[in-house]
C-alpha cells in the first residue's frame, strides 16, 4: 500500500490537508495534528511519504495518536517511509511522534529531508525500538538530510537490529532528537547512554 499525506501550514489559518492510503490526521488544537492510522501500516511492501511544508511565519506542531508496529507483510518484509519537510522564515515545525515498533522478521527504512530557511525553527524527534518481547529479528535504518540557508547541515544514518544470524538479548532503543536552532552546551551522560553534540549552523 502506497501511503501519502501533505500538510501545509500558513499564519493565522488551519492547516492544510490531503491524505490517501493508511493514515489520516486530525486537528486536535490550533497549531496541532495528531496523525492517526487508518489501516495497518506499515505492512511489508508499504510505503509511506509525508510531506510538510511550513510558511513564513507558521507554527505548527505534528504528533501522532499511538504507537507504529512495523509488521513483515505476506510476501515482503521490508517497509518504507519518507519524509519530505521544508520550514520557512520565520516558521516553526515540531514533529514528535509515539514510537515505531519494528516487530520480528520486519526491516523498516526512514528516511528524512529537510530544507530549513535561515530564521526557521524545526525540531523532529525519533523513538525506535527493534523487536519486542521474545523476538530476535527486526532491523531499522534511518537516514537524516538537513540543509540550513541552502547549506549542507547534516547528512547522517544510524541501523539498529543484527543480521538474521545473530539474535538480540534484548529490543534495541533509540531515542534522537535534531534541534535548530539550539545554543545549549554539549553533554555526555555519565553512563554513555545518552549525549547532546552540537553540529554546523547551530543545531543539535
Do not use: N
Amino acid at each position: 500500500m502506497h501511503t501519502e499525506l501533505y500538510l501545509e501550514a500558513h499564519k493565522g489559518r488551519s492547516p492544510r490537508v490531503r491524505a490517501s492510503g493508511g493514515l489520516t490526521v486530525r486537528q486536535t488544537g490550533r497549531d496541532v495534528l495528531h496523525l492517526i492510522s487508518s489501516a495497518a501500516t506499515p505492512l511489508g511492501g508499504d510505503r509511506i511519504d509525508i510531506h510538510v511544508d511550513v510558511r513564513s511565519g507558521a507554527v505548527l506542531t505534528l504528533r501522532s495518536v499511538a504507537a507504529a508496529i512495523a509488521l513483515p507483510g505476506r510476501c515482503d518484509t521490508v517497509s518504507d517511509m519518507s519524509w519530505h519537510i521544508t520550514v520557512a522564515d520565520g516558521a516553526t515545525l515540531i514533529v514528535d511522534p509515539q514510537p515505531t515498533i519494528v516487530a520480528g522478521d520486519a526491516v523498516h527504512h526512514t528516511r528524512c529531508t529537510v530544507e530549513i530557511a535561515g530564521s526557521g525553527e524545526f525540531r523532529f524527534c525519533e523513538r525506535v525500538q527493534v523487536g519486542r518481547r521474545g523476538e530476535d529479528a527486526g532491523r531499522w535504518s534511518g537516514r537524516m538530510s538537513v540543509d540550513i540557508a541552502g547549506t549542507a547541515a547534516l547528512r547522517h544514518q544510524l541501523r539498529l537490529g543484527r543480521p538474521d544470524t545473530d539474535s538480540l538479548s534484548s529490543p534495541s532503543v533509540l531515542l534522537s532528537e535534531y534541534r535548530y536552532p539550539d545554543s545549549r552546551p554539549d553533554t555526555v551522560h555519565p553512563t554513555a547512554t545518552a549525549a547532546r553534540l552540537g553540529l554546523v549552523a547551530a543545531a543539535a
